[in-house]
């Protein structure tokens, strides 16, 4: 939660954003998320619905509303945290059945979504890794925001050497990367995107490999 390196990165993020919205911050450790059960209700008895009752139930009317969903987790094994997956897998409810249409053909996700307000919405993925670099480690993830959301349909700010948010150490170079995660929020909130350079630049290591290392090995 407030511990987290990842959301150190993503309060930056926010503070970029206009004084005057409205900003709602929901920490999934604290919620009780079980898993789709597969039973498809949400598709045939209950549209639109999920028959399973837990806090995920707080969660779709805030989803239906926001404007703006920021999804903010570390990188866990190449791929989304259970707690994260498990609320993603949950919200097949705002999908439609797949009915055989082609993807490639309508720039999209393979299901239609059930509300067409869906599409106005904005998806930022904010993510941290161990690693030094960014490329090699984040293919499966994006890939399967690409098929949930339709290629590139999101903006994902992925941020390599994560760990260096949890040490004392490299102040100068975290506070530098900080302000220009803070840059990238105002550039989100005013023209729904961040720039390429921007982006090249939050993926860029704050630490040499060889120091990266260094610091790595002390702390295992």
Same mark, same amino acid.
């Given at each position: 939660?407030?511990?987290?390196?990842?959301?150190?990165?993503?309060?930056?993020?926010?503070?970029?954003?206009?004084?005057?919205?409205?900003?709602?911050?929901?920490?999934?450790?604290?919620?009780?998320?079980?898993?789709?059960?597969?039973?498809?209700?949400?598709?045939?008895?209950?549209?639109?619905?999920?028959?399973?009752?837990?806090?995920?139930?707080?969660?779709?009317?805030?989803?239906?509303?926001?404007?703006?969903?920021?999804?903010?987790?570390?990188?866990?094994?190449?791929?989304?945290?259970?707690?994260?997956?498990?609320?993603?897998?949950?919200?097949?409810?705002?999908?439609?059945?797949?009915?055989?249409?082609?993807?490639?053909?309508?720039?999209?996700?393979?299901?239609?979504?059930?509300?067409?307000?869906?599409?106005?919405?904005?998806?930022?993925?904010?993510?941290?890794?161990?690693?030094?670099?960014? /490329?090699?480690? *984040?293919? +499966?993830? =994006?890939?399967?925001?690409?098929? #949930?959301? $339709? /290629?590139?349909? *999101?903006? +994902?700010? =992925?941020?390599?050497?994560?760990? #260096?948010? $949890?040490?004392?150490?490299?102040?100068?170079?975290?506070?530098?990367?900080?302000?220009?995660?803070?840059?990238?929020?105002?550039?989100?909130?005013?023209?729904?995107?961040?720039?390429?350079?921007?982006?090249?630049?939050?993926?860029?290591?704050?630490?040499?490999?060889?120091?990266?290392?260094?610091?790595?090995?002390?702390?295992?």
């Amino acid at each position: 939660m407030e511990r987290s390196n990842t959301f150190q990165i993503t309060k930056s993020f926010v503070e970029g954003f206009p004084s005057d919205w409205e900003i709602e911050t929901v920490h999934l450790y604290k919620l009780n998320i079980k898993p789709c059960l597969g039973c498809f209700s949400c598709w045939t008895k209950t549209l639109g619905k999920c028959v399973i009752n837990d806090d995920m139930q707080t969660l779709y009317p805030k989803i239906a509303a926001a404007d703006i969903i920021i999804e903010s987790f570390p990188l866990y094994f190449f791929g989304i945290p259970s707690g994260a997956k498990a609320a993603t897998d949950r919200c097949l409810p705002f999908m439609m059945p797949y009915h055989g249409n082609l993807a490639k053909d309508k720039q999209a996700s393979f299901h239609e979504l059930r509300d067409n307000t869906m599409h106005n919405k904005k998806l930022v993925l904010v993510s941290t890794c161990g690693f030094v670099h960014t /490329e090699p480690m *984040y293919p +499966a993830l =994006l890939k399967q925001y690409d098929l #949930i959301c $339709g /290629e590139r349909n *999101y903006t +994902a700010v =992925l941020c390599p050497e994560g760990e #260096i948010f $949890g040490y004392d150490m490299a102040q100068r170079q975290r506070k530098a990367y900080l302000n220009d995660v803070k840059k990238a929020g105002e550039e989100f909130a005013e023209n729904g995107e961040i720039t390429p350079e921007t982006l090249q630049k939050l993926s860029k290591p704050l630490l040499s490999p060889s120091t990266f290392e260094t610091v790595t090995k002390s702390h295992w």
